[in-house]
C-alpha cells in the first residue's frame, strides 16, 4: 500500500485513512518509527505490552546505547 502525505511547517503530518486502518490506530494510540541506513522508514502500531516493558527498563539499559547495539538487536 502506498499513501503519500505532507508535512506542514511544524514537522507534522496526517496519517492517511487507508494506512490508519492497516494498522488499526485510532487517537491516543502510539506508533514507533525506525529507519535503516537507506532510508527507508518502518511505521508500527505501538503495543500497549511494548510501551509499559520500554518505559520500566528505559533507565536500565544505557550500557547498550550506541549506534552498533541499536544495529545489532533492531530486529529484536
Keep these: 500500500m502506498l499513501a503519500v502525505a505532507k508535512i506542514n511547517a ?4 496526517t496519517i492517511p485513512q487507508d494506512i490508519r486502518t492497516a494498522l488499526h490506530v485510532a487517537p491516543g494510540d502510539l506508533i514507533t518509527w525506525s529507519v535503516d541506513a ?3 522508514a518502518t511505521v508500527r502500531r ?6 509499559d516493558y520500554l518505559r520500566a527498563v528505559e533507565g536500565t539499559l ?4 550506541t ?3 541499536q544495529e545489532a538487536y533492531r530486529d529484536l
Excluded: F, R, Y
Design 62 to 65: 544505557s550500557e547498550w546505547n
Design 67 to 69: 549506534a552498533a547495539d
Design 10 to 13: 511544524k514537522g507534522q503530518t
Design 46 to 51: 505501538a503495543q500497549p505490552l511494548d510501551i
Design 38 to 40: 537507506d532510508g527507508t
